[in-house]
């Protein structure tokens, strides 16, 4: 692996030179001070970025309220053409995308390629949504008028990002405001700040006028988000991350009458039926579980199993949970990558330490792995019954725990008891049985007999805590619209007023 260290701006990474500092205005700005990025798989500094203060987050907003008009106004054929341009260079810079996910996450470098592959996707598939986007027509009651319903940009977006997916949720909130003729500021996680970095970086060489794309990252997301959502000029925040910091932020958007999308966290129940296929559910299992080391807002939090097929399901399941190989995202045959963080790491500790406690069996794993880096081993605990809270903890972590239940309706009973509402999964041979739990299921989304979901033309987003709105597909790029209704007379005489 190259060595890289770097301020002002990284070293070459595959000819690829990303910048450490502040993009605003269409210009990289470096800033007094600086943080550390770390790379949770050696624990070594890779690079130091411009900490951004609350006095940037006005100077990025004047810099999207400046570039606002004239690229909500440019015609849906340049800024298709704009699109298409910046997919090309995307695809172009795969690897170095994948490095640098790699670099400052630790996920497996295969991983990496498929967070791109979607990432990117994204670009083509707004690219070709933008020039087929409708509004309505309809005639006046009375018959003397036209209802005309056009759709128009909110204005400059707020987009902050967390560290799991970085480049997936820069790409799918920016791909979306930008296709709707908004002009945004990007918030990148502190953890993940080169993979948005690099995004913003693509998108100025493919021709983004300046302005319209902004990018800020800062040690301190809060004094930055505070004097950011104070702006009136501010029309929309879409956030991705934690209820918690999700709620702060809707308090305040609340405050301000500012347009808001939530994606906030998941409490996935993976529900196995005694007629399912079970080599299947085994394999989707293992990936909706350990991808990204169980770090995902969609990953199987509660694996839930009918009793017929329980115990068959368990040993496939410990069996394959067993095999997967836990290291650095760059070394080849890696399944698992490193946790985040310490901090994370001490919260994983904690949480398989409740689930000893509250009685659960330890299959295999339950510990750190004993070297550099912030390594987990697949763990998996047999929580039969268990009930409580501790359930609908976001495990958020390479720990998997199966509860068992002896009827669909149990089992959908046990699945829409959590205060989340984002993935859920249903894996069934009967068809009819799968639509049934499926419409009862209090989730936004429902994979049935698959553990993956995410796609371009989908809209993704959950209910309850997990959030408000959508991200992706058609609905995604209306998140990012407001009707206008068009009054137009064509017959005074049968426009009567009530
Ligand atoms: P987080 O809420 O701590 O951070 C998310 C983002 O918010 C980061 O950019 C962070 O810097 C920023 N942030 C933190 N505190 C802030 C504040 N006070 N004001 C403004 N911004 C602030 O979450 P995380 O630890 O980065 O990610 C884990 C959580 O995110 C999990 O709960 C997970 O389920 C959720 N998540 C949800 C989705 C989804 O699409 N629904 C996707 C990924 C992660």
Redesign the pocket.
């Known amino acids: 692996m190259t060595s890289l260290v770097g301020t002002p701006a990284l070293a070459d990474l595959r000819g690829h030179r990303i910048s450490t500092e502040l993009f605003i205005g269409g210009r990289w700005t470096s800033t007094a001070s600086a943080f550390d990025v770390t790379n949770p798989s050696t624990g070594e500094v890779i690079a130091a970025m411009s900490d951004a203060g609350p006095q940037d987050g006005s100077l990025a907003m004047d810099a999207a309220v400046l570039a606002a008009e004239a690229w909500a106004a440019m015609s849906p054929r340049a800024r298709a053409n704009l699109f298409h341009a910046a997919h090309a260079l995307l695809v172009e810079r795969a690897d170095a995308f994948a490095e640098v996910m790699v670099l400052e996450s630790g996920k497996p470098r295969a991983e990496a390629a498929g967070e791109f592959a979607l990432s990117a996707g994204f670009f083509q598939w707004y690219a070709e949504q933008i020039a087929h986007l409708h509004g309505t027509f309809a005639s006046g009651s009375p018959g003397g008028y036209r209802i005309i319903t056009t759709h128009q940009p909110v204005g400059p977006c707020f987009l902050?990002?967390?560290?799991?997916?970085p480049l997936l949720m820069s790409a799918r909130k920016a791909g979306a405001a930008l296709a709707a003729g908004c002009t945004v500021i990007i918030?990148?996680?502190?953890e993940t700040p080169l993979t948005a970095a690099l995004f913003v970086q693509t998108l100025e060489d493919a021709g983004f006028p300046p302005g319209v794309v902004n990018l800020l990252h800062t040690s301190d997301?809060?004094a930055l988000?505070e004097q950011v959502m104070s702006d009136p000029r501010l029309r929309k925040i879409s956030f991705?991350?934690?209820?918690g910091?999700g709620s702060?932020?809707l308090a305040k958007a609340a405050s301000n009458i500012v347009n808001a999308s939530m994606?906030?966290?998941?409490d996935g129940p993976f529900i196995v039926l005694d007629d399912a296929d079970i080599d299947l559910a085994v394999r989707e299992a293992i990936v909706c579980k350990f991808r990204n080391a169980g770090q995902a807002?969609v990953a199987a939090n509660r694996i839930i199993l009918h009793e017929a097929i329980a115990e068959e399901f368990t040993q496939k399941f410990i069996a394959q949970a067993a095999q997967l190989r836990v290291g650095d995202g760059f070394d080849d045959g890696v399944d698992v990558g490193p946790i985040i963080s310490e901090r994370q790491l001490e919260r994983v500790a904690r949480l398989v330490a409740q689930f000893t406690e509250a009685g659960a069996e330890l299959l295999i794993g339950g510990s750190r792995i004993d070297r550099t880096g912030n390594f987990f081993a697949p763990t998996v605990f047999r929580a039969g019954s268990l009930s409580g809270e501790l359930c609908n903890e976001?495990l958020?972590a390479p720990v998997a725990a199966l509860y068992t239940v002896s009827s669909g309706e149990e089992a959908l009973a046990f699945a829409n008891a959590t205060p989340y509402g984002?993935a859920s999964y249903l894996f069934t041979n009967d068809l009819s049985r799968a639509f049934v739990l499926a419409e009862k299921l209090e989730f936004g989304m429902v994979g049935i007999n698959r553990g993956i979901m995410a796609d371009p033309a989908a809209a993704f987003g959950?209910t309850k805590a997990?959030?408000l709105g959508r991200e992706g597909g058609h609905d995604g790029i209306y998140e990012f619209l407001e009707p206008k209704y068009l009054a137009v007379t064509i017959d005074e005489t049968r426009g009567a007023h009530a």
């Open positions: 902050i990002t967390p560290w799991n997916f918030k990148s996680a502190k997301s809060a988000s991705t991350g934690s209820t910091v702060t932020l994606e906030l966290g998941g807002c976001e958020f984002l959950g997990s959030g």
